[in-house]
């Protein structure tokens, strides 16, 4: 307290001017409409700009909300396409009429929870696991173009290495007759990604989409993986190296389908009775 008042009788001079002027302000505004007009629009002026700010605030995180349950309602939209029809093209830009029979696939929307993309080694979590339908090996899928495929699986969870990982392979075609080749991901890009032992003799041009073969079980054959990029080999090389633009976008990837092929999940539970 006394600290206080040694500041005060310090700082006199300072505070006697600032009670003046707080009692002129005053007088002024009750003895003159003029500046009690202004000053009232002022305040209503700072009053709506901080209205607005919360305002749009407010709509930011409303958006937000509302494009995670238009992200999540377009996933289980496709999941509910694929269950209505017998056989629904998975193709969408080739005319050959590879179809996914759902008798045999199994389509389940999820969300991914957890992600890893800069690592050589990359994973990804869902939020399903094997008591929603998904089993390790299945297949999954990001806006109808191959993403990953499970590796392990809890009750509700699972874990996926996706196309940017560079401990998995995939067995993918060139066109829609094209030949076979292994797409693997060389850990430089996530948009990118190259397809390798393609023979020398093979026509093939940048534009020309890239197709899983079905040899893997995984997926079925026909399903999008990405478009050619760029094609480049030497006069030494006995085979060319093709790089692919990724259809599944890992930078912005969150709402997922999982494919389950029925008659593997039935023979593995098969082959665990036995054991």
């Known amino acids: 307290m006394r600290n206080l008042f040694n500041l005060l009788i310090r700082n006199h001079r300072l505070v006697i001017f600032i009670v003046f002027e707080i009692i002129a302000f005053n007088w002024l505004l009750n003895t003159h409409s003029l500046h009690n007009n202004r000053m009232s629009s002022v ?6 700009s901080w209205l607005d700010a919360v305002g749009q605030v ?7 909300e509302q494009n995670k349950f238009l992200n999540q309602e377009n996933a289980r939209l ?7 029809k017998k056989h629904v093209p998975l193709r969408y830009r080739s ?19 957890r992600t890893s993309t800069h690592l050589s080694s990359n994973l990804l979590v869902a939020n399903k696991g094997e008591l929603d339908g998904v089993f390790k090996g299945s297949g999954m899928l990001d806006n109808g173009c191959l993403a990953g495929k499970v590796v392990e699986v809890t009750d509700h969870e699972c874990l996926v290495f996706p196309v940017i990982n560079r401990n998995i392979e995939w067995s993918v075609r060139v066109g829609e007759e094209g030949t076979v080749g292994r797409l693997v991901w060389d850990g430089d890009n996530l948009k990118t990604a190259k397809v390798v032992d393609i023979s020398k003799s093979s026509l093939i041009l ?6 899983t073969t079905g040899f893997q079980g995984v997926f079925p054959a026909d399903i999008l993986v990405g478009e050619i990029k760029k094609v480049s080999f030497t006069e030494a090389d006995d085979f060319k190296t093709v790089e692919v633009k990724l259809g599944a976008d890992y930078n ?24």
């Open 58 to 64: 407010n709509t930011f995180k409303s958006i937000k």
């Open 95 to 113: 005319q050959r009429a590879s179809l996914l029979d759902t008798a045999i696939w199994v389509i389940k929307p999820a969300e991914i929870i």
């Open 206 to 211: 940048p534009g020309d989409e890239i197709y």
């Open 252 to 275: 912005s990837i969150r709402f997922v389908e999982f494919l389950t092929d029925k008659r593997v999940s039935k023979s593995d539970s098969l082959i665990n009775l036995i054991k």
């Open 43 to 48: 305040g209503i002026k700072c009053s709506n």
């Open 78 to 84: 496709r999941t509910e396409l694929h269950r209505l």
